[in-house]
């Protein structure tokens, strides 16, 4: 069974960091790409971050020079460094599996001041 676990998610203020944790198991880690997605209220869920098994990455303008992914594969483990938060950085983030099509539970990020 494939399992995306999410941690690390709460409350920041504008211009602070947060650090996401998404612990992967039931496949291969090291042998999968590995991406972040968020999804705020009323908006489609859009990617923030892709890293492929040679640790290549991806991000889009909206969060490049800020957020940082990252994966340790001995731990199964894929990270997201947010830093220099906005308030529309505020959304739940997923971690996902793009060729397995899996999705973790989410993890609350909330920016405010």
């Known amino acids: 069974q494939v399992q995306l676990v999410e941690t690390g998610g709460g409350l920041a203020q504008p211009g602070g960091s947060l650090r996401l944790s998404c612990v992967a198991s039931g496949f291969t880690f090291s042998l999968y790409d590995m991406a972040w997605y968020r999804q705020a209220p009323g908006k489609s869920r859009e990617r923030v971050a892709s890293i492929h098994i040679s640790d290549q990455t991806y991000y889009p303008d909206s969060v490049k020079g800020r957020f940082t992914i990252s994966r340790d594969n001995a731990k199964n483990t894929v990270y997201l460094q947010m830093n220099s938060l906005k308030p529309e950085d505020t959304a739940v983030y997923y971690c996902?599996?793009?060729?397995?099509?899996?999705w973790g539970q989410g993890t609350q990020v909330t920016i405010s001041s």
């Open positions: 996902h599996r793009p060729r397995g099509g899996d």
